[in-house]
Nanobody, 118 residues
C-alpha cells in the first residue's frame, strides 16, 4: 500500500523558514511526479508545487513567489519542501501527494502542520 509520511512542520515567526520532508513507500517512487498541497482552516485544498519524475522540472503556484523549493531524492524515496520567508497566510496543513496536481493525485499523507505567527 502507498504510504506518505510528512514531517518537519512547526511554529515559526513571519520571515522564518522550515524544511518539510515526506517519506514515500509502497510504489516505484522514481517513476512518479510528486507534489505538495496545503489546506488552511476553513479553506479548500490548495496546490503548492510539483516535481516531475527524475526531478528535472518543477512547478510552483503563483503565491509561492520564489519563496519555496521542492526537491526529491529518488535513492531515499524522499520529497522535500523548503519554505522560506514564511508569512501568516502560509499557515496550513501541508501534505505531500503522489501525482502532479490536485486533480491527478492518487494518494496523500496525513500532513504536517505549519503555523506562522509572531
Amino acid at each position: 500500500a502507498v504510504q506518505l509520511v510528512e514531517s518537519g512542520g512547526g511554529l515559526v515567526q513571519p520571515g522564518g523558514s522550515l524544511r518539510l520532508s515526506c517519506a514515500a513507500s509502497g510504489f516505484v517512487f522514481k517513476d512518479y511526479y510528486m507534489s505538495w498541497v496545503r489546506q488552511a482552516p476553513g479553506k479548500e485544498l490548495e496546490w503548492v508545487c510539483a516535481i516531475r519524475s527524475g526531478g528535472m522540472q518543477e512547478w510552483y503556484a503563483e503565491f509561492v513567489n520564489k519563496r519555496f523549493k521542492i526537491s526529491r531524492d529518488d535513492a531515499k524515496n524522499m520529497v522535500y519542501l523548503q519554505l522560506n520567508n514564511l508569512q501568516t497566510d502560509d499557515t496550513a496543513m501541508y501534505y505531500c501527494a503522489k501525482g502532479a496536481s490536485i486533480d491527478t493525485m492518487t494518494d496523500r499523507g496525513q500532513g504536517t502542520q505549519v503555523t506562522v505567527s509572531s
